[in-house]
């Protein structure tokens, strides 16, 4: 189904909110507070998961998650993604249901994410069945990369409170950028855009501004990113979960420093 096909809104909100606070001077100051507001998502009338989220891209992320989460199998599947903020829900609707539905939702995982993430289904036998090849990069290609969303973070540089994600090319070109309270929702809806936009992730770099946990990994994963750069660190899980995929790893990147955590054969110091 071509994506013009599906039945979907356009939602998003409003993402600032002006404030008053006072400063270590006594003095008032006029804030800007990011946004945040629950979004239930049902699957074809079976309600699945409420996330907490900035509401800038809700039907990326909705279409993100259900994708991760393996609850759709093919965006040909789709047939509807209807967000209401009246009652702070998305309708999914698709053509058949997933056969082992119900086994898939029977078993949860809380993970790290930022709150309390989600993870429907046997997470750790899934790894298997995933495997990316590190590509070839260098410390240009983290460069490049870094230079190329100096001009993004908007919304953190105006109120903090988010995490931003970033599809990019090898050569550092940003092809996606997104803003959320978590980066578990940033990483969903960049992965739903690439699905309903046809974006292969073979070829691309995946940016987060959070720390690297299991979750992140296997998302980006299951995209098909091969190689994973963030501002902030690495937990040991997310590090041998990379290992076992094959996917490269680079961390606390900022400036003109980093660390290469996987991918050791794949890099180049120029």
Known sequence: MA?????ITDAGIDLLHSFKAIDEFGEQRQVALTGERPLT?????REIVTLMTMGA???LLTLGYLRNQGLVSSIEDVLAV???WDVEAVAVTTRQEMPDIDRLLSKRTVTSGCGQGTMFGDVMASIAKLCVTSPSFSSDTIYQVLDGLKDYNEMYKTAGA???CAL?????EVEVFVEDVGRHNAVDA????MWLEGVSGQDKVFYTTGRLTSEMVIKVAQMQVPLLLSRSGVTEMGLRIAQQIGIGMVARAKGKHFLVFNGFDGFKRR
Do not use: R
Request: proline share 4%; hydrophobic share 30%; aromatic share 8%.
């Open 168 to 172: 990019c090319t090898m050569s550092g």
């Open 57 to 59: 891209q809700p039907e």
């Open 190 to 193: 960049i992965s739903g855009w």
């Open 3 to 7: 994506k013009n096909q599906i039945k």
């Open 162 to 164: 988010v995490h931003g």
């Open 41 to 45: 998502i049902y699957l074809d009338k």
């Open 82 to 84: 209807q967000v209401d």
